[in-house]
């Protein structure tokens, strides 16, 4: 019996693993832990769907990526701590870390220490520059190692357990997946025309209370 297609963009990742499998987990997981422009949570997702589908097997999968993930965060932490700010500055822009941001991601991490470390993963960007941003902070290694083992088995745990639960369910939940598709992409582009306006109406207030305090 022919399974049927993944949907949305995980049929866009799924050749990668059918051809390479194991090692494309690793390496995708791997360089985006350290700033990498790569589909690394997208290819662990779907290496777990596969793996629900009897296609891959689920403790490689699972173990895979949390040694590249740790790995991963453990370059980024190097190259922070050793590279400083001068690497960063340099290279940064190249994986999207301006000087902006890294000043703006220093000074939350310093407030918030290890427990950012833990659940960074989880967060679109943070999860990229997670190490890079914890060596820049000068967190102790032992410290860092901790957390990010933590995070990492969190973050796996989580994505395996959904992504196989759903490769076992494929049946059932591909064609619900088109039937609704329409309808959750109007969802995410009625929250993204809010956040948008909501975002300019708070700077268009913040200037005017700037003007009338300057005028005061």
């Known amino acids: 019996m022919t399974e049927p297609p993944l949907p949305g963009v995980l049929a866009d990742v799924a050749p990668i693993l059918d051809h390479w499998g194991y090692p494309a987990v690793a390496a995708l997981v791997f360089v985006e832990d350290f700033g990498v422009p790569a589909p690394g949570e997208t290819t662990l997702i779907v290496a777990a769907v596969y793996a629900g589908a009897g296609r891959l097997n689920i403790v490689l999968v699972a173990v895979v990526a949390f040694l590249a993930a740790v790995l991963g965060d453990n370059v980024g932490y190097a190259i922070g701590r050793f590279g400083g700010h001068r690497v960063v ?28 470390v833990s659940v960074a993963r989880f967060i679109e960007g943070l999860r990229q520059a997670n190490g890079i941003i914890a060596g820049l902070a000068g967190m102790s290694w032992r410290r860092f190692l901790l957390f990010n083992v933590l995070g990492a088995a969190l973050w796996v745990g989580v994505w395996v357990t959904f992504g196989a639960l759903a490769g076992a369910h494929l049946e059932t939940l591909y064609p619900a997946a088109r039937r609704y598709e329409l309808y959750v992409l109007l969802a995410l582009a009625v929250l993204v ?9 708070r700077r268009r207030k913040g200037t005017a209370g700037r003007r009338n305090g300057g005028q005061a």
Request: proline share 3%; aromatic share 8%.
């Open 89 to 116: 500055e340099r290279y940064g822009r190249h994986v999207l870390l301006t000087p902006a941001r890294v000043a703006k991601a220093e000074a939350f991490f310093t407030r918030h220490g290890g427990k950012i």
């Open 193 to 201: 025309v809010l956040l948008v306006a909501r975002h300019l109406h």
